[in-house]
T-cell receptor, first 111, second 115 residues
């Protein structure tokens, strides 16, 4: 079945860029997503990318997709303390509209 | 901004007991979902619900689980006889439509602890 892997923790200094990485196994993945979960809140869809794109930019967020290597990354420019959260990578493929999630990466931003 | 709410935030129960987890989806949404995340593991899909019936379910969603929309606002997940391995965070979500780009709005989760 589909599998999505991401590292569990990332620590960065405020003002630096953060890069959260994700790999997936399903070559038929058509949509790839990044969700953010702040403490005490639900998962919030941050951004998504179609599999026929290799980059998408939205303000401080840049998503890069390497379809050949099945690698997805989320770059947050000028990381702020408010960016501290858990970031989930997810994908959906084929006819399913249900995303398959990774375990989440805890981003810790320190001064 | 409308949001999905879940109650309780934390439920502790004894093994073998029945639990009902409650969710209030966003009022004009038509599709409802339950996911769970065992500590340290991935967020796993359990079930989706549309038009008063289950539209899709995973292998995890066995006969011990059931879902219901008892009135126009609540969406519940019942676990009939809890097991230790049911301990997890349970997330409810809702969406206006059921396509892959129809944003699912998640609730904050209910942490279920089975002793």
């Amino acid at each position: 079945g589909e599998d999505v892997e991401q590292s569990l923790f990332l620590s960065v200094r405020e003002g630096d860029s953060s890069v959260i990485n994700c790999t997936y196994t399903d070559s038929s993945s058509t949509y790839l997503y990044w969700y953010k979960q702040e403490p005490g809140a639900g998962l919030q869809l941050l951004t998504y990318i179609f599999s026929n794109m290799d980059m998408k930019q939205d303000q401080r967020l840049t998503v890069l997709l390497n379809k050949k290597d099945k690698h997805l990354s989320l770059r947050i420019a000028d990381t702020q303390t408010g960016d501290s959260a858990i970031y989930f990578c997810a994908e959906s493929s084929g006819g399913s509209y249900i995303p398959t999630f990774g375990r989440g990466t805890s981003l810790i931003v320190h001064p | 901004e409308p949001e999905v709410t879940q109650t309780p935030s934390h439920q502790v129960t004894q093994m073998g007991q029945e639990v009902i987890l409650r969710c209030v989806p966003i009022s004009n949404h038509l599709y409802f979902y339950w996911y769970r995340q065992i500590l340290g593991q991935k967020v796993e899909f359990l079930v989706s619900f549309y038009n008063n019936e289950i539209s899709e379910k995973s292998e995890i969603f066995d006969d011990q689980f059931s879902v219901e929309r008892p009135d126009g606002s609540n969406f519940t997940l019942k676990i009939r006889s809890t097991k230790l391995e049911d301990s997890a965070m349970y997330f409810c979500a809702s969406s206006l439509a059921g396509g892959r780009l129809d944003t699912q709005y998640f609730g904050p989760g209910t942490r279920l602890t089975v002793l």
